[in-house]
DNA sequence: TAGATACCTTATAG
DNA sequence: ACTATAAGGTATC
């Protein structure tokens, strides 16, 4: 195993790794403690987490000041990109609108940083999040892994990788059912057939005006709107997509009511202009958090 | 094109 | 114990 160390100091805005990996933005990392992530997070900000990235098994934790990894590879680049470390946070929190609501949350999680997970376990674990708790997504996804992923063995432990797309076509619905992944286990299966056939993958969003992307990611099944935004934001650097899920249209009606406009792309203008425009989504997540953290006066 | 409804499963509230 | 309700929504009509 390689190891490094990162000095948090070294980066603007700081680094709060328990909040980033535990807010229910990110499906693809897991605590080595096997603990599921509680409500709305677990204890414990100097935990190991683990990820698997292209065959490579990387660990990461944050202490004392440093973000310490070890990894199957030279992880540091890659722990960067994963974690957008190199994010100007400051310059972002900076460049909000002055807004009671999000000055309080980026108060309270300052550190918290937008993920930057591979594609297609964002898109398969953001189809899992319809109507679940984000505990119970965490769960299905690990689920999944344990299923279908392929074994990689490191340092005298063996890890999971997320399952191919290949893999999850193969799976049949009964199968996708019995890990829990009731109405939404057809929607898991077709969608990976659609990127395994090659018909067309989420990264193609990834150049496009963000509209035209989040159209284009609709096209999956079991990908709407809301869904959409969640892997652009989360996966494909569009940081100016806000996701427009429960907690966000509440904070919508008490807040800023006259964001609300019937349709979701239409409030989804207001609030993304609301929210700063550009990044947006840094807005979004750190709100999010916040209120389901139970925060809000 | 906007609006209503069904949908798996689990956890929590009453 | 038992029912109602809601959980980071989407597809369908």
Redesign the pocket.
Known sequence: MERGAIPIADLSGGLDLQATLE???SYCWRRDDGRAYE?PFATGGDAWYHTVVGGDVIRARQLDGFLEWESTTDADPLVRELLRLDDDLDAIVAGTPDDPLIDAAYDAFRGMRIVNDPAFPTMIS??C?????????HRMQIALAETFGEEINANGRTYQAFPTPERLAAASEGEL??L?????A??VRETARMIADGERHPTEARGLPYEEARDHL?E?????????D?VLL?SLGHLEAV?L????QTAIEEYYPDCAR???AATSRAIRERFGGEYAGYA??YV??YL?AGLDP
């Open positions: 807010s229910g933005q409500e953001f189809i999040s319809a109507q679940m708790r984000v505990e119970r997504i059912r019995e829990g992944l009731g109405y939404r057809p929607y609709t999956f099944v079991g990908v709407g709107p809301k869904v959409a969640c989360f996701p899920d429960t907690w966000i019937g349709s979701y979004q997540t999010f958090h389901r």
